[in-house]
Protein backbone atom coordinates (compact mmCIF):
# COMPACT_ATOMS: atom_id res chain seq x y z
CA UNK A 1 0.00 0.00 0.00
CA UNK A 2 1.65 3.40 -1.15
CA UNK A 3 2.05 5.68 1.93
CA UNK A 4 -0.12 8.31 1.07
CA UNK A 5 -3.03 5.75 0.86
CA UNK A 6 -1.86 4.53 4.40
CA UNK A 7 -1.45 8.12 5.30
CA UNK A 8 -5.19 9.20 4.37
CA UNK A 9 -6.30 5.78 5.57
CA UNK A 10 -5.44 6.58 8.91
CA UNK A 11 -6.40 10.26 9.55
CA UNK A 12 -9.58 8.86 8.82
CA UNK A 13 -9.66 6.20 10.74
CA UNK A 14 -8.09 8.87 13.14
CA UNK A 15 -10.83 10.70 12.90
CA UNK A 16 -13.83 8.38 13.46
CA UNK A 17 -11.79 7.64 16.88
CA UNK A 18 -11.33 11.10 17.61
CA UNK A 19 -15.21 11.76 17.55
CA UNK A 20 -15.65 8.72 19.55
CA UNK A 21 -12.81 9.03 22.54
CA UNK A 22 -12.73 12.75 22.18
CA UNK A 23 -12.56 14.27 26.35
CA UNK A 24 -16.37 15.02 26.56
CA UNK A 25 -16.89 11.52 28.66
CA UNK A 26 -14.17 11.59 30.79
CA UNK A 27 -14.32 13.79 33.97
CA UNK A 28 -12.84 17.18 33.65
CA UNK A 29 -11.10 18.94 36.14
CA UNK A 30 -11.06 22.82 36.55
CA UNK A 31 -9.68 22.76 40.07
CA UNK A 32 -5.87 21.08 39.04
CA UNK A 33 -7.44 18.14 41.56
CA UNK A 34 -7.06 14.42 40.62
CA UNK A 35 -9.77 11.79 41.53
CA UNK A 36 -10.19 8.36 40.91
CA UNK A 37 -12.07 8.98 37.64
CA UNK A 38 -9.66 10.41 36.25
CA UNK A 39 -7.74 9.61 33.01
CA UNK A 40 -5.03 11.25 31.26
CA UNK A 41 -4.71 11.26 27.16
CA UNK A 42 -1.43 11.52 25.76
CA UNK A 43 -0.80 10.97 21.93
CA UNK A 44 2.52 10.11 20.48
CA UNK A 45 3.73 7.60 17.66
CA UNK A 46 5.70 5.36 20.13
CA UNK A 47 3.61 2.66 18.94
CA UNK A 48 5.77 -0.18 17.45
CA UNK A 49 7.02 -2.97 19.87
CA UNK A 50 10.54 -1.62 20.62
CA UNK A 51 9.14 2.08 21.00
CA UNK A 52 6.33 1.27 22.97
CA UNK A 53 8.83 -0.30 25.16
CA UNK A 54 9.68 3.35 26.24
CA UNK A 55 6.43 4.36 26.70
CA UNK A 56 5.92 1.52 29.05
CA UNK A 57 8.68 2.57 30.96
CA UNK A 58 7.53 6.26 31.23
CA UNK A 59 3.78 4.53 32.13
CA UNK A 60 5.01 2.19 35.10
CA UNK A 61 6.83 5.15 36.54
CA UNK A 62 3.82 7.10 36.00
CA UNK A 63 1.47 4.31 37.63
CA UNK A 64 3.86 4.11 40.92
CA UNK A 65 3.78 7.85 41.26
CA UNK A 66 -0.08 8.50 40.58
CA UNK A 67 -1.90 5.29 41.10
CA UNK A 68 -5.34 7.40 40.60
CA UNK A 69 -4.89 8.19 37.17
CA UNK A 70 -5.32 5.85 34.63
CA UNK A 71 -3.13 6.48 31.27
CA UNK A 72 -5.24 6.31 28.56
CA UNK A 73 -2.31 6.00 25.45
CA UNK A 74 -3.60 7.83 22.63
CA UNK A 75 -0.96 6.89 20.22
CA UNK A 76 -1.03 6.67 16.22
CA UNK A 77 1.16 4.65 14.50
CA UNK A 78 3.88 6.61 12.25
CA UNK A 79 7.31 6.81 12.71
CA UNK A 80 8.98 10.07 12.72
CA UNK A 81 6.04 12.08 13.22
CA UNK A 82 4.69 10.71 9.52
CA UNK A 83 0.85 10.67 10.63
CA UNK A 84 0.82 13.47 12.56
CA UNK A 85 -2.18 15.08 10.55
CA UNK A 86 -4.54 13.02 12.96
CA UNK A 87 -3.42 15.01 15.99
CA UNK A 88 -3.29 18.46 13.97
CA UNK A 89 -7.38 17.10 13.07
CA UNK A 90 -7.96 17.00 16.32
CA UNK A 91 -6.51 19.94 17.92
CA UNK A 92 -8.45 22.01 14.78
CA UNK A 93 -11.90 19.82 16.19
CA UNK A 94 -11.14 20.75 19.56
CA UNK A 95 -10.66 17.32 20.70
CA UNK A 96 -7.33 17.34 22.47
CA UNK A 97 -5.51 14.84 23.99
CA UNK A 98 -4.38 15.98 27.43
CA UNK A 99 -0.86 16.02 26.50
CA UNK A 100 1.28 15.07 22.98
CA UNK A 101 4.71 14.45 21.83
CA UNK A 102 6.20 17.24 20.27
CA UNK A 103 9.68 18.26 18.70
CA UNK A 104 11.93 20.32 19.74
CA UNK A 105 12.41 23.64 17.60
CA UNK A 106 10.79 24.33 15.06
CA UNK A 107 7.93 22.10 15.38
CA UNK A 108 7.34 22.78 18.98
CA UNK A 109 7.04 26.94 17.86
CA UNK A 110 4.12 26.02 15.25
CA UNK A 111 2.09 24.19 18.34
CA UNK A 112 2.74 27.38 20.12
CA UNK A 113 2.18 29.84 17.15
CA UNK A 114 -0.93 27.71 16.48
CA UNK A 115 -2.16 28.31 20.58
CA UNK A 116 -2.50 24.60 20.89
CA UNK A 117 -0.02 24.48 23.73
CA UNK A 118 -0.36 25.89 27.01
CA UNK A 119 2.36 27.99 28.88
CA UNK A 120 3.34 25.85 31.68
CA UNK A 121 6.51 28.39 32.57
CA UNK A 122 5.26 27.61 36.27
CA UNK A 123 5.52 24.00 36.30
CA UNK A 124 9.20 24.60 35.21
CA UNK A 125 9.20 26.07 38.77
CA UNK A 126 7.32 24.53 40.28
CA UNK A 127 9.12 20.74 39.41
CA UNK A 128 12.40 22.44 40.23
CA UNK A 129 13.66 22.14 36.93
CA UNK A 130 15.66 25.22 36.83
CA UNK A 131 19.36 24.26 35.65
CA UNK A 132 18.67 20.49 34.38
CA UNK A 133 17.86 20.82 30.88
CA UNK A 134 20.73 22.65 28.20
CA UNK A 135 19.78 26.14 27.83
CA UNK A 136 20.35 25.49 23.78
CA UNK A 137 17.38 23.32 24.32
CA UNK A 138 15.27 25.25 26.74
CA UNK A 139 15.47 28.30 23.70
CA UNK A 140 13.85 25.50 21.51
CA UNK A 141 10.81 25.34 23.64
CA UNK A 142 10.78 28.66 24.34
CA UNK A 143 8.52 31.64 23.38
CA UNK A 144 8.75 35.25 24.96
CA UNK A 145 10.56 33.76 27.47
CA UNK A 146 7.98 31.46 28.37
CA UNK A 147 8.34 27.54 28.05
CA UNK A 148 5.72 25.63 26.32
CA UNK A 149 6.51 21.98 26.64
CA UNK A 150 8.87 19.86 28.63
CA UNK A 151 12.12 17.95 27.08
CA UNK A 152 12.04 13.86 27.52
CA UNK A 153 15.30 12.92 25.93
CA UNK A 154 17.62 14.01 23.35
CA UNK A 155 18.00 11.50 20.07
CA UNK A 156 20.99 11.22 17.48
CA UNK A 157 19.57 10.85 13.90
CA UNK A 158 23.16 10.75 12.05
CA UNK A 159 23.77 7.13 12.72
CA UNK A 160 25.12 4.31 10.68
CA UNK A 161 24.20 0.46 11.75
CA UNK A 162 26.05 -2.44 9.92
CA UNK A 163 25.25 -6.10 10.39
CA UNK A 164 28.57 -7.78 11.07
CA UNK A 165 27.89 -11.06 9.28
CA UNK A 166 26.28 -8.98 6.03
CA UNK A 167 29.71 -6.88 6.03
CA UNK A 168 31.87 -10.35 6.55
CA UNK A 169 29.94 -12.01 3.55
CA UNK A 170 30.77 -8.60 1.62
CA UNK A 171 34.61 -9.10 2.25
CA UNK A 172 34.35 -6.01 3.96
CA UNK A 173 35.77 -4.99 7.57
CA UNK A 174 32.98 -4.07 10.09
CA UNK A 175 35.92 -1.83 12.04
CA UNK A 176 36.13 0.27 9.34
CA UNK A 177 32.88 1.78 8.96
CA UNK A 178 33.19 5.24 9.89
CA UNK A 179 33.41 6.85 6.31
CA UNK A 180 34.99 10.02 5.68
CA UNK A 181 33.02 11.03 3.16
CA UNK A 182 29.94 9.77 1.36
CA UNK A 183 31.60 8.56 -1.70
CA UNK A 184 33.62 5.77 0.10
CA UNK A 185 30.34 4.73 1.50
CA UNK A 186 29.05 4.16 -1.85
CA UNK A 187 31.98 2.57 -3.29
CA UNK A 188 31.56 0.14 -0.39
CA UNK A 189 27.65 -0.39 -1.25
CA UNK A 190 28.25 -1.19 -4.71
CA UNK A 191 31.12 -3.60 -3.96
CA UNK A 192 28.38 -5.07 -1.70
CA UNK A 193 26.05 -5.06 -4.40
CA UNK A 194 28.54 -6.70 -6.95
CA UNK A 195 29.04 -9.26 -4.98
CA UNK A 196 26.62 -10.06 -2.08
CA UNK A 197 22.88 -11.26 -1.94
CA UNK A 198 22.21 -9.12 0.64
CA UNK A 199 20.65 -5.19 0.14
CA UNK A 200 23.29 -2.81 0.20
CA UNK A 201 21.42 -0.34 1.98
CA UNK A 202 17.84 -0.74 3.81
CA UNK A 203 15.66 2.11 3.96
CA UNK A 204 11.78 2.68 4.24
CA UNK A 205 9.11 5.01 3.25
CA UNK A 206 9.27 8.72 2.78
CA UNK A 207 10.11 9.74 5.85
CA UNK A 208 12.93 7.50 6.58
CA UNK A 209 14.40 8.56 2.85
CA UNK A 210 14.04 11.93 4.11
CA UNK A 211 16.29 11.43 6.79
CA UNK A 212 18.70 9.69 4.62
CA UNK A 213 18.73 12.68 2.54
CA UNK A 214 19.55 15.07 5.54
CA UNK A 215 22.28 13.27 6.76
CA UNK A 216 23.88 13.75 3.45
CA UNK A 217 23.22 17.24 3.16
CA UNK A 218 25.06 17.35 6.24
CA UNK A 219 27.98 15.91 5.04
CA UNK A 220 28.20 17.71 1.80
CA UNK A 221 27.59 20.88 3.34
CA UNK A 222 29.04 20.56 6.84
CA UNK A 223 27.13 21.89 9.95
CA UNK A 224 27.53 25.86 8.91
CA UNK A 225 26.62 25.06 5.89
CA UNK A 226 23.54 22.85 6.08
CA UNK A 227 22.31 25.28 9.25
CA UNK A 228 22.56 28.09 6.26
CA UNK A 229 19.57 25.88 4.65
CA UNK A 230 17.51 27.63 7.42
CA UNK A 231 18.21 30.76 7.84
CA UNK A 232 18.84 31.46 3.65
CA UNK A 233 22.52 31.90 4.21
CA UNK A 234 23.03 28.38 1.90
CA UNK A 235 21.18 28.48 -1.03
CA UNK A 236 19.22 25.36 -1.86
CA UNK A 237 19.04 25.66 -5.74
CA UNK A 238 23.01 25.81 -5.31
CA UNK A 239 25.84 23.16 -6.35
CA UNK A 240 26.71 21.55 -3.40
CA UNK A 241 22.97 21.06 -2.69
CA UNK A 242 22.94 19.65 -6.33
CA UNK A 243 25.91 16.77 -5.09
CA UNK A 244 24.14 16.01 -2.06
CA UNK A 245 21.35 15.03 -4.32
CA UNK A 246 23.09 13.20 -6.71
CA UNK A 247 24.35 11.18 -4.17
CA UNK A 248 20.90 10.49 -2.87
CA UNK A 249 20.29 9.56 -5.88
CA UNK A 250 23.04 7.04 -6.33
CA UNK A 251 22.02 5.85 -2.86
CA UNK A 252 18.53 5.40 -3.89
CA UNK A 253 19.77 3.26 -6.32
CA UNK A 254 21.38 0.43 -3.63
CA UNK A 255 18.30 0.14 -1.13
CA UNK A 256 15.92 -2.54 -1.58
CA UNK A 257 12.78 -1.76 -4.56
CA UNK A 258 9.78 -2.75 -2.01
CA UNK A 259 11.15 0.59 0.52
CA UNK A 260 8.04 2.58 0.04
CA UNK A 261 5.78 0.12 2.07
CA UNK A 262 7.39 0.28 5.38
CA UNK A 263 8.23 2.20 8.12
CA UNK A 264 11.81 2.64 10.11
CA UNK A 265 11.03 -1.19 11.56
CA UNK A 266 11.61 -3.12 8.97
CA UNK A 267 14.98 -1.64 7.15
CA UNK A 268 16.12 -2.21 10.56
CA UNK A 269 14.96 -5.54 10.91
CA UNK A 270 17.01 -5.80 7.66
CA UNK A 271 20.09 -5.47 9.12
CA UNK A 272 19.11 -7.68 12.02
CA UNK A 273 18.42 -10.56 9.93
CA UNK A 274 21.79 -9.96 7.76
CA UNK A 275 19.61 -9.54 4.62
CA UNK A 276 21.07 -6.20 4.67
CA UNK A 277 24.44 -4.66 5.19
CA UNK A 278 23.62 -0.81 6.50
CA UNK A 279 20.67 1.29 7.37
CA UNK A 280 21.11 5.13 8.20
CA UNK A 281 18.74 6.21 10.95
CA UNK A 282 18.12 7.57 14.19
CA UNK A 283 19.35 5.82 17.53
CA UNK A 284 16.01 4.88 18.50
CA UNK A 285 17.63 1.96 16.56
CA UNK A 286 19.01 -0.17 19.25
CA UNK A 287 15.68 -0.66 21.31
CA UNK A 288 15.18 -3.05 17.70
CA UNK A 289 18.45 -4.54 17.84
CA UNK A 290 18.71 -5.15 21.43
CA UNK A 291 14.93 -7.02 21.63
CA UNK A 292 16.44 -9.46 19.19
CA UNK A 293 19.25 -9.70 21.58
CA UNK A 294 21.75 -8.63 19.01
CA UNK A 295 25.51 -7.84 20.84
CA UNK A 296 27.06 -4.45 19.80
CA UNK A 297 30.37 -5.31 17.90
CA UNK A 298 29.36 -8.68 17.49
CA UNK A 299 26.38 -8.75 15.84
CA UNK A 300 26.33 -5.24 14.62
CA UNK A 301 28.42 -2.17 14.44
CA UNK A 302 27.42 1.77 14.40
CA UNK A 303 29.64 4.57 13.23
CA UNK A 304 28.11 8.40 12.39
CA UNK A 305 26.25 8.91 9.13
CA UNK A 306 29.10 9.23 6.74
CA UNK A 307 31.02 12.13 6.34
CA UNK A 308 29.84 13.59 9.37
CA UNK A 309 32.06 12.82 12.24
CA UNK A 310 32.26 15.24 14.49
CA UNK A 311 28.48 16.52 13.70
CA UNK A 312 25.47 15.57 16.00
CA UNK A 313 21.85 15.51 13.75
CA UNK A 314 20.01 16.91 16.89
CA UNK A 315 16.37 16.03 17.96
CA UNK A 316 14.05 15.70 21.21
CA UNK A 317 11.19 14.91 21.87
CA UNK A 318 9.42 16.81 24.20
CA UNK A 319 5.47 16.78 25.59
CA UNK A 320 2.70 19.69 26.01
CA UNK A 321 -0.24 20.03 27.90
CA UNK A 322 -2.91 20.96 25.58
CA UNK A 323 -5.04 24.36 25.35
CA UNK A 324 -8.57 22.79 25.83
CA UNK A 325 -6.84 19.28 27.90
CA UNK A 326 -9.88 17.48 29.08
CA UNK A 327 -7.95 16.51 32.42
CA UNK A 328 -4.91 19.53 32.97
CA UNK A 329 -4.48 17.83 36.59
CA UNK A 330 -3.54 14.31 34.40
CA UNK A 331 -1.40 16.25 32.14
CA UNK A 332 0.05 17.79 34.83
CA UNK A 333 0.96 14.41 36.67
CA UNK A 334 2.49 13.14 32.98
CA UNK A 335 4.66 15.98 32.75
CA UNK A 336 5.83 16.16 36.41
CA UNK A 337 6.68 11.97 34.89
CA UNK A 338 8.22 13.27 32.12
CA UNK A 339 10.16 16.10 33.99
CA UNK A 340 11.73 13.59 36.67
CA UNK A 341 15.42 12.03 37.01
CA UNK A 342 13.85 9.19 37.66
CA UNK A 343 11.16 9.12 34.41
CA UNK A 344 14.21 10.00 32.28
CA UNK A 345 16.67 7.25 33.49
CA UNK A 346 14.19 4.49 33.26
CA UNK A 347 12.55 5.72 29.54
CA UNK A 348 15.75 6.32 27.73
CA UNK A 349 17.75 3.27 28.95
CA UNK A 350 15.03 1.32 27.20
CA UNK A 351 14.53 4.01 24.34
CA UNK A 352 18.00 4.40 23.38
CA UNK A 353 18.21 8.14 23.48
CA UNK A 354 20.18 10.10 26.18
CA UNK A 355 18.27 12.27 29.10
CA UNK A 356 17.56 15.42 27.97
CA UNK A 357 18.32 16.29 31.95
CA UNK A 358 21.94 16.45 32.40
CA UNK A 359 21.99 15.25 35.72
CA UNK A 360 20.78 11.35 34.93
CA UNK A 361 24.00 9.25 35.87
CA UNK A 362 24.37 7.81 33.07
CA UNK A 363 26.63 4.83 34.12
CA UNK A 364 23.82 2.20 33.69
CA UNK A 365 23.21 3.31 30.34
CA UNK A 366 24.44 1.33 26.81
CA UNK A 367 28.22 2.40 25.85
CA UNK A 368 26.72 3.40 22.49
CA UNK A 369 24.29 5.94 25.01
CA UNK A 370 27.72 6.60 26.75
CA UNK A 371 29.25 7.46 23.61
CA UNK A 372 26.28 9.81 22.09
CA UNK A 373 26.30 11.73 25.10
CA UNK A 374 30.21 12.55 24.96
CA UNK A 375 29.12 13.61 21.06
CA UNK A 376 26.41 15.68 22.04
CA UNK A 377 28.65 17.48 24.78
CA UNK A 378 31.26 17.82 22.26
CA UNK A 379 29.91 17.86 18.70
CA UNK A 380 28.72 20.92 16.13
CA UNK A 381 24.69 20.29 16.65
CA UNK A 382 22.83 20.74 13.37
CA UNK A 383 18.96 20.69 13.69
CA UNK A 384 17.12 17.46 12.24
CA UNK A 385 14.34 18.33 9.00
CA UNK A 386 12.45 15.35 9.69
CA UNK A 387 12.48 15.19 13.57
CA UNK A 388 11.40 18.85 13.33
CA UNK A 389 14.27 20.49 15.13
CA UNK A 390 15.34 22.43 12.06
CA UNK A 391 12.33 22.58 9.71
CA UNK A 392 8.67 24.03 10.16
CA UNK A 393 5.79 21.17 9.89
CA UNK A 394 4.77 22.94 6.60
CA UNK A 395 8.36 22.60 5.45
CA UNK A 396 8.48 19.00 6.43
CA UNK A 397 5.27 18.26 4.46
CA UNK A 398 6.79 20.31 1.44
CA UNK A 399 10.62 18.33 1.64
CA UNK A 400 8.40 15.00 2.08
CA UNK A 401 6.23 15.52 -1.17
CA UNK A 402 9.94 16.26 -2.96
CA UNK A 403 11.53 12.86 -2.03
CA UNK A 404 8.77 10.88 -2.63
CA UNK A 405 8.11 12.88 -6.17
CA UNK A 406 11.25 11.95 -7.06
CA UNK A 407 11.81 8.74 -5.97
CA UNK A 408 8.53 7.16 -6.74
CA UNK A 409 9.32 8.43 -10.34
CA UNK A 410 12.15 7.07 -11.14
CA UNK A 411 14.47 9.02 -9.23
CA UNK A 412 15.75 10.39 -12.52
CA UNK A 413 14.45 14.16 -12.77
CA UNK A 414 17.33 15.81 -10.28
CA UNK A 415 16.38 19.56 -11.57
CA UNK A 416 12.92 19.20 -10.54
CA UNK A 417 13.75 17.38 -7.22
CA UNK A 418 16.25 20.38 -6.03
CA UNK A 419 13.43 22.90 -7.45
CA UNK A 420 11.00 21.29 -5.17
CA UNK A 421 13.31 21.56 -2.28
CA UNK A 422 14.07 24.96 -2.95
CA UNK A 423 10.32 25.88 -3.22
CA UNK A 424 9.64 23.92 0.54
CA UNK A 425 12.04 26.66 2.08
CA UNK A 426 11.11 29.72 -0.23
CA UNK A 427 9.34 31.67 2.07
C1 LIG B 1 11.27 10.50 16.01
C2 LIG B 1 11.06 10.57 17.50
C3 LIG B 1 11.76 9.43 18.14
C4 LIG B 1 11.33 8.14 17.48
C5 LIG B 1 11.41 8.20 15.98
C6 LIG B 1 10.89 7.00 15.23
O1 LIG B 1 10.61 11.55 15.39
O2 LIG B 1 11.57 11.78 17.97
O3 LIG B 1 11.50 9.41 19.51
O4 LIG B 1 10.06 7.87 17.91
O5 LIG B 1 10.74 9.32 15.51
O6 LIG B 1 9.53 6.87 15.32
Known sequence: MRRRILIALVAAAGLVTAGCSGGNDRSTQDDGGASSSDTVEVYSWWTSPSE????DALQEVFAQEYPEIQFVNGGVAGGGGS????????LEAGEPPDSFQVHAGREAQDYIDAGHVTDISDLYNEFGLDGVFPPGLLDMLTQDRHLYTIP?????????WASVPALEDAGIDPGAIAYPTVDAFIADLEKIADQAEVTPLAVGGTWTQVHLLETILIAELGADGYDGLFDGTTDWSGPQVGAALEEFQTLIGLT??????????????MVVDGDAAFTIMGDWVPALLESNSLVEGVDYVWAPSPGTDGIYDFLADSFSMTVGAPN?????????????????????????SIPARTDVDLSQFSSYQQAAAQ????????????????????QGEAVNRAVYAFVTSGADD???FQADLTAAFAE
Open 52 to 55: ELGL
Open 83 to 90: TKQLLQAR
Open 152 to 160: SNVHRANVL
Open 256 to 269: NEDREEYDWEFPTQ
Open 328 to 352: PAGAKAWLAVIASADGQAAFNQVKG
Open 375 to 394: SFASDAIVGSIQHGAAATIA
Open 414 to 416: LAK
